[in-house]
């Protein structure tokens, strides 16, 4: 993927593949493809019940047949950067130096643009290995404002997709995600406070917080990736561009009253509201 021989500074090679400068320092470890078959399953099955935990994907899995042991299943569940989803007791804290910041939206109405943006990274399978892919969306709009690919989850691609959405539609009032180690880390948060906004973070392992981001996850998932199999980390990248664009320019949605995300979001008085 990166040919560190190429005439191209290895920096440049990773900006044309749509990958993190991070990530191409990193010597990944090949996964055998029978636990690549059975990520791929996990994440499908993760989509349908959100809350279930090792234990009953475990179950679940070996309903299908897949002989796995609880302790594989959760051991492939961090390598995806996935978590059963449920509201539970805030009896952990956070590592020293990794603030956690309060959730600032609940029964907030969100009635324009740029109010408030959110951001997650969700598992991408490819036909051999898989990436991450980070997103930010504005909630009003449902327009993905900047999105990057990377294969490591090293906190470096959720800041580049955050400064270019900061880049290219100025900045919102509130940004939400979960308590991630990538949302928490000083470099992320300090881009946040650099430009005044107000930092917002769900509850940890909170039930559906994210909802939009949540929902999109659900959509590109069914509509394009588990459509492909993608043979390189530059393909997937422009499918997914090509999603996104889709989306956003030419897609409408019937909660934007038939508006596409581009529509709304370039109106800054639209007359219909969202629900936060």
Known sequence: MIDRKHKLSVTR????????????????QPVPDTDLKLMRRIDELHLEYPFAGSRMLRGLLGQEGHEVGRLHVSTLMKKMGIKALYRRPNTSKPAAGHKVYPYLLRNLPVVHPNQVWAMDITYVPM????????AVVDWFSRKVLAWRLSITLAADFCIEALEEALARHGRPDIFNTDQGSQFTSVDFIRVLKTAEIAISMDGKGAWRDNVFVERL??????????????AS???????????????????????????TPDQVHANQ????????
């Not at 008085?269 to 936060?276: D, G, K, S, V």
């Open 217 to 230: 996850w659900r959509t590109v998932k069914y509509e394009e990736v588990y459509l492909r199999a993608y």
């Open 13 to 28: 090679q990773a900006k044309a593949l749509g990958i993190s400068r991070g990530s191409i320092y990193y010597l990944p």
């Open 127 to 134: 036909s051999r290995g898989f990436v991450y892919l980070a």
């Open 269 to 276: 008085q639209a007359p219909i509201q969202a629900a936060a």
């Open 233 to 259: 980390v530059s393909e997937a990248r422009a499918a997914i561009g090509r999603y996104f664009g889709f989306c956003n320019r030419t897609r409408p949605h019937s909660s934007l009253g038939g508006q």
